[in-house]
């Protein structure tokens, strides 16, 4: 290991996928709590743009960098980019992923459809995991270090009309044991947080159908989950007040997944 980051007052956060929904709120509540945040997206917008002034608003900096998850070699150039622009990552929230490009039968999915998803869900988000690790081991921080799987309930709860999607969260949640088993004796925290039904725009669409079932009981809380729910928890566990677990799991769901009769 070498003592060769840069001074620095605030930590800095890497969230992938964060230009809106999910990811937009974990940028915001991470700058809030005192880091430094760089995101990804497909394009440095006026969205994202607007993102960094708010951050910035909070008395952070924030970064938008355009980089496709699934294109490794897009990896390096991301990392290069924030180390010139802060220093090394202190903390990785793997928030990014996609959806099954259509919902159908099981047995008539493409594999152009799984390749789609698994190469962006498991596969990018797997070796970014693994670049910024090595980034995280080579060079030591004043600050607490993490990584932070932002994976679903599909990990549990199957969904066939959309099989690609559940395999690949299902394999992310094994990548975080991996990796915690790995990075343990480096003293960086790997955590997994499961988000259940979260009204972002993505969920608008079928936002009448879940009400209904709101109300027929599928959520014990019987409510939505809001994007800061997720928030909160990932700033919570990137915060180093959890310094002696590692690997555990946060079902934010509302109590979706828990079995019962």
């Known amino acids: 290991m070498t003592n060769n980051y840069k001074s620095k007052e605030r930590p800095i956060a890497l969230v ?7 990811g937009a709120a974990i940028v915001l509540r991470l700058a809030q709590d005192g880091f430094d945040v760089a995101f990804t997206c497909r394009n440095e917008d006026e969205v994202a743009r607007e993102l960094c002034a708010e951050v910035e608003a909070l008395g952070g900096r924030g ?55 698994l190469e962006t869900n498991l596969r990018g988000t797997f070796f970014l995991t693994q670049a910024v690790a090595k980034q995280m081991i080579d060079n030591s921080s004043p600050h607490p270090r993490s990584i932070v799987n932002v994976s679903s309930i599909s990990v549990e709860l199957a969904s066939p009309e959309r099989g690609e999607y559940c395999m690949s969260k299902a394999a992310l949640g094994m990548s975080t044991k991996l990796f915690a088993l790995r990075l343990a004796s ?7 947080v499961r988000p259940g039904v979260i009204r972002t725009d993505m969920t608008a669409g079928v936002a009448q159908k879940y009400e209904q079932r709101f109300k027929d009981g599928l959520v014990p809380m019987g409510r939505w989950g809001e994007t800061n729910d997720i928030a909160s928890i990932v700033s919570s566990l990137a915060s180093g007040q959890f310094g002696f677990a590692t690997g555990s799991v946060i079902h934010a769901d509302g109590g979706l997944a828990i079995p019962r009769l």
């Open 16 to 22: 992938t996928g964060g230009r809106r929904g999910i």
């Open 186 to 192: 480096e003293s960086i925290g790997v955590f997994e």
């Open 63 to 117: 970064l938008a960098v355009a980089s496709e998850l699934q294109s490794l070699e897009a990896h390096t150039d991301l990392l290069e980019q924030i180390q010139e622009w802060g220093g090394s990552i202190d903390c990785l929230v793997n928030n990014a992923g996609i959806g099954s490009p259509s919902r159908g039968d099981l047995l008539v999915m493409k594999p152009e459809a799984f390749d789609l998803v």
